[in-house]
């Protein structure tokens, strides 16, 4: 990996061995330049109009700045409530988490609807808590169940409605249904920058209130994106460039399962906010790149389609990228300048590709399916056979290991698995664990999520990318359910519209799922593991 371009102690290796063509072009035809004086007539037409309001993440870093004095402020009103909850999905919490892991501060990230993760996190240090809840919309269901759930925790431990209050920081667009809650409230809210799209929101107040009231010197990420922004206009010593073609190229080349390695360099959890990024923002029209999150440089990842890119902070002179492994493409600094380097290369893919990647794909089906569900019932559904602690329904096979190899098999010769666990991040994690077997035995690409924190990620990519999924859905039967104020159903029953909904509309485009559901989470997650790993025997 010789050729390397940089700037801004950002280095990207190996993208001109893939891209060199297609960089040429967009030199050819101003595109870097274009991209960072916001031209909006980059991606055709029909994208015009939304561009013209969703380049503001460009330069938003700058902006930002003007948050700094307010977030010092806040924190010291807030005082004794150090333990900082984040209730956002997508967008919305993926760049804070980033933030926080990778600079080791403690911040709890509720993008979930399940009952006893929820439960769990409330239980905690209850009384020094401040719920950052953030939604670019203010219609987030998740978001606003999670804010009800904690609201009526707080009156229940005795607060007077003012009191609980005080507990919430709420980050949403200006004139948002959530801004007009939180004053109501009593809340301290943010108005978040209204040009930028959520998933290109990393250095806006999204992704820096959160990670500064956890203790993180947001000040120092704005000044990384700061000292690579001159960078991006030009055609050379350009990373942001050297990165988009390479993607585009390989995506148009065929190559458009794009797996991303952390090189354990020091920067935690990029891999999964640049998934969302690259499948929401090119997964439409029938294309796409898939990202597919591997764990470590040596898990299991195969195809001749497959892209292997591998991310880290920034290297020593003279050391080899890729953490012990040989990737297509590596890509390492720091982290205000990685959020600001893959924004642009995304955006730039997406003009090598042919699809606009600031449009707001609709997240509307699978949303409006689960509001059905809830209002009318779940639907009707027998399994096709029971084994042991999990039933499994969608097959015409008869075992476990029958059911997994067939969702396999499903896959060849040119497609991917999804696994989708609508199940607690938290307590039922060795579920993750399937994705690496799966792969190992499949040889295709695999990807796993979380529900619902997928469905504002790869969801869109599922449906609107190309036809070429299979897709295995686990759920898992909830022990004790909770609430959720204010409304008539609970966080157990909202879990499993939403799993529902995603099958519907999955299914509805002719997309093969199959889903296990555990009538007891853990031995549920060892047998199917087991039944996994006797495929390999």
């Known amino acids: 990996m010789r050729e390397v371009e940089a700037a801004a102690g950002l280095a990207v290796w190996g993208a001109d061995a893939v891209g060199s063509a297609a960089r040429a072009a967009l030199v050819r035809d101003g595109v870097p ?58 967008g919305s919490s993926f760049a804070a988490e980033v933030i926080a892991r990778t600079l080791g501060r403690p911040l709890t990230v ?19 808590t401040v719920v950052v809840v953030s939604s670019k919309s203010g219609t987030t269901i998740e978001t606003d169940s999670v804010r009800r759930a904690y609201f009526g925790a707080f009156l229940d431990a005795g607060l007077t409605p003012a009191e609980a209050g005080r507990h919430f920081v709420i980050v949403t667009d200006p004139g948002s249904p959530l801004e007009e809650a939180a004053r109501e409230m009593g809340a301290t809210v943010v108005l978040a920058d209204p040009e930028v799209g959520g998933r290109y929101a990393a250095l806006t107040a999204f992704g820096l209130v ?34 988009g073609a390479a993607l585009g190229a390989a995506t148009t080349a065929g190559k458009d399962k794009i797996a991303l390695v952390p090189d354990g360099t020091g920067i935690v959890g990029l891999d999964e906010w640049a998934e969302q990024l690259l499948a929401e923002s090119t997964g439409k029209e029938g294309t796409g790149m898939l990202p597919v999150v591997l764990e470590s440089p040596g898990a299991p990842v195969d195809g001749p389609d497959v892209l292997t890119v591998t991310l880290g902070g920034s290297l020593p002179a003279g050391a080899v990228p890729g953490g012990g492994v040989h990737p297509d493409v590596a890509v390492n600094g720091p982290l205000g300048a990685q959020f600001l380097t893959w924004e642009f290369a995304t955006a730039l893919a997406g ?24 209002a009318q019932g779940p639907p009707a559904e027998e399994p096709s056979f029971v084994e042991g602690a999990i039933e499994v329904y969608g097959t015409s096979t008869s075992t476990l290991a029958g059911a997994l190899s067939a969702v396999l098999l499903d896959a060849r010769p040119h497609g991917y698995v999804a696994v989708m666990a609508y199940l607690d991040r938290d307590a039922d994690t060795d579920a993750a664990l399937l994705r690496p077997i799966l792969a190992a035995i499949a040889r295709r690409p695999v990807t796993f999520g979380w529900g619902p924190r997928f469905l504002h990620s790869t969801s869109l990519y599922h449906k609107d990318g190309p036809p070429l999924g299979a897709f295995l859905q686990i759920t898992g039967a909830v022990a004790s359910d909770l609430a959720v104020p204010g409304r008539p159903y609970t966080f157990g029953q909202l879990q499993a519209a939403q799993a529902a909904g995603d099958r519907q509309a999955l299914t509805r485009r002719g997309r093969p799922v199959v889903r296990l559901h555990l009538t007891d989470r853990a031995s549920g997650i060892v047998q199917l593991l087991d039944a996994a790993r006797s495929l390999g025997n």
Do not use: F, Y
């Open 33 to 90: 330049g274009l991209l960072a004086r916001k031209d909006p007539t980059l991606w055709g037409p029909d994208a015009e109009a939304e561009a013209k309001i969703r380049l503001g993440w460009i330069d938003t870093h700058r902006r930002s700045r003007a948050l700094l004095p307010l977030l010092a402020e806040l924190k010291a009103e807030l005082g004794d409530l150090d333990r900082v909850v984040l209730a956002g999905m997508g």
């Open 110 to 128: 509720l993008d979930t609807t399940d009952p006893g993760q929820i439960g769990r996190a409330i239980a905690d240090r209850l009384d020094r």
């Open 210 to 243: 959160p990670a500064a009231l956890a203790g993180v010197d947001v000040a120092e990420l704005l000044d990384q994106a700061e000292e690579l922004l001159p960078a991006l206009s030009a055609g050379g010593d350009n990373p942001a460039l050297a990165l």
């Open 351 to 374: 003009r090598v590709i042919g699809v606009d990647p600031l449009g707001m794909p609709s997240k509307s089906e699978s949303k409006d399916n689960a509001a059905a569900i809830l």
